[in-house]
């Protein structure tokens, strides 16, 4: 699994991801990106995963993700999975219900990416008390 990070500004992170989906590729990339000091938790952000495979994720794996990624809360957090996926906008869903089991925090799946990126941008115009 490759990713790239990129910080849209300092309150949002992109990471687009290619390649297969494996546990150890997500490690990597929560390393990667919590090495930043400035990841704190008001940071969102957009996983773009539409170039990446989801097909060999097992229900055990789709746990361990939601447990890696629940030691890191975050402010938002959007998934884009892309169109035309119901295996993948599956898997987001079920990550999702995962995380939101564990957390109490925000998560969404999408299937645009400008759907996304506007959903997390409302919430800077709209910022919480």
Known sequence: MEFEITWVDPTLVVCRTSGVA???????FLRAISSNPEF??????????TELD??????????????LRAQQPRRRTATVVGQGSPLKYGLGRMFEGLLSLQLEFEIR?????????????ADDANPAP
């Open 22 to 28: 494996e546990v150890k590729g997500y490690e990597e």
């Open 40 to 49: 704190g938790p008001d940071v969102s952000v957009l996983m773009d995963l």
């Open 54 to 67: 989801l097909s060999p994720l097992t229900v055990a794996d789709l746990e361990k993700l939601a447990a």
């Open 109 to 121: 799946v999408f299937e645009e990416f400008d759907d996304a990126m506007a959903w997390l941008k």
